[in-house]
């Protein structure tokens, strides 16, 4: 814990951790300490993490990053933080992320982005980029973040991490504040494949406050890198659009190739839906967002505006002071597309082809152990790019949305860094469930 502290204060200036617990992170590795004395630690005795600053941890504050939670501190934990806390985790601090988990930067933060450790005028990734950079720079073992269209994903891939989304009913939301709730996944950034295991297996599992999720136990991944000749299948438009990085699709060739030497299958499929990928997880994220984010309304939780007259002024101004601009951005779509004379045109309709492209995904993945693509179209950018072109910047969520919408487990693995000496990401999708698959031949992939 002192380690990984000394490095968090060494490190400060990359607006990794909304707030450090480290007196309390203190005196739990004591107790820890203890119990392996005594022979009674959990599994994760000894593994000191971060939490994304959307996870709620009893007796602490939690922000979401955001203006409105000012003040706020959580009155239960989460079922994932009860979990690691029982296995002997040790959380040292609550991880900058995207406002409302909205973003794939880090930019939209309330705090401010966090700087990427590969190179400090580039962005972490989003939206737990604080979960990301904190990993990367050593200022904890391994951290959570949550994922609703590549949030653990894609941040992973920016700092070279690895990072899992489980199958959307693996893991509980109670205590995640929410943003897309048929998306939301909680999942963990690590160094290794094992610790990625590891915490999976302590977080995963039925919970009887999170109803959506699947209900048999959660068998422990121990990782056995698995040798057998796979299928993969790999999408075509990922090589052939000129929207991807040229060192992006090279690192993608690479891998294709290596696997196929190894004698594994590797084939390309088109996927006919692909420019529905990321409009309807839009229509349908920015809905569910806009119908979550209604309880914050400056008398429920956090900030209200000191300049509130009587109750709508006080509704109006809350929200309007609390929330920042890409939060309000959100609500403002998701209220559109909710609303009487557009809901048919646009969330119906979004629902009916969010259920064709989870069919045609299943179609894929039972034809081929995986699919393989890019995390993400290009590596990390200057920090202001993202702000800069918001519909550009949803664009460049086309390769993670897709197991987002189809609920499906999907991992990113580190693929090398490019000629600027930048981290690359490659991710697998896997079947519904099939975590521990995934995991497994993750390990053989690096
Ligand atoms: N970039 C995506 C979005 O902004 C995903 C964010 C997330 O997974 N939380 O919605």
Do not use: W
């Amino acid at each position: 814990v002192k380690g990984y502290l000394s490095r968090i204060e060494k490190y400060a200036h990359l607006n990794v951790f909304n707030e450090v617990f480290a007196d309390e992170a203190l005196t739990l590795a004591k107790a820890v300490d203890a119990r392996i004395k005594e022979g009674t630690a959990g599994k994760l005795a000894g593994m000191v993490i971060g939490i994304k600053d959307n996870i709620c941890y009893k007796g602490h504050k939690v922000t979401a990053s955001s203006k409105i939670l000012t003040g706020f501190t959580s009155i239960y934990s989460s079922t994932v933080v009860e979990r690691l806390l029982a296995e002997d985790a040790i959380i040292i601090g609550r991880c900058n992320c995207d406002e409302f988990a909205m973003g794939a930067s880090n930019e939209s933060s309330y705090f401010g982005p966090v700087k990427n450790f590969a190179d400090n005028t580039r962005v972490a990734g989003g939206s737990s980029g604080g979960s990301a950079v904190a990993v990367q720079a050593d200022m904890c073992l391994a951290a959570i973040g949550t994922d609703t269209g590549g949030s653990v994903r894609q941040p992973a891939a920016f700092c070279g991490a690895i990072g899992l989304k489980p199958t959307y009913g693996r893991i509980s939301r109670h205590g995640i504040i929410a943003y897309g709730s048929s998306f939301d996944q909680v999942g963990p950034i690590t160094k290794s494949v094992e610790d990625a295991a590891l915490l999976y297996s302590v977080m995963a599992g039925p919970d009887a406050y999170d109803s959506t999720l699947y209900q048999q136990p959660v068998e422990e991944v121990k990782v056995t890198p698995d040798s057998s000749k796979k299928r993969i299948a790999y999408l075509q438009e990922a090589i052939s659009s000129p929207g991807v990085d040229e060192e992006v699709k090279t690192s993608l060739i690479n891998a294709i190739e290596k696997l196929r030497a190894e004698g594994h299958t590797v084939e390309p499929i088109a996927f006919e839906y692909i420019n529905y990928i990321v409009p309807t997880y839009y229509i349908l994220a920015t809905a569910e967002a806009s119908s979550n984010l209604s309880r914050f309304d400056g008398v429920h939780y956090g900030y209200r505006s000191p300049n509130a007259t009587d109750l709508v002024s006080t509704y109006k101004r809350s929200r309007s002071e609390g929330f920042g601009k890409e939060v309000k951005r959100r609500i403002m779509l998701g209220t559109f597309v909710l609303s009487s004379g557009y809901y048919d045109a646009y969330y119906a309709k979004a629902q009916k082809v969010r259920r064709l492209i989870q069919d045609k995904t299943k179609e894929i993945l039972a034809e081929y152990d995986f699919l393989m693509v890019p995390t993400a179209p290009e590596p990390a950018y200057e920090i202001g790019k993202g702000e800069a072109d918001p519909v550009k910047s949803y664009l460049a969520d086309i390769f993670t949305v897709q197991a987002s919408l189809a609920g499906v487990p999907a991992i990113s693995l580190p693929a090398g860094n490019n000629s600027k000496g930048l981290p690359l990401g490659l991710q697998l999708l896997a079947k519904h469930f099939a975590e521990k698959e995934l995991l497994n031949f993750s390990e053989y992939f690096l």
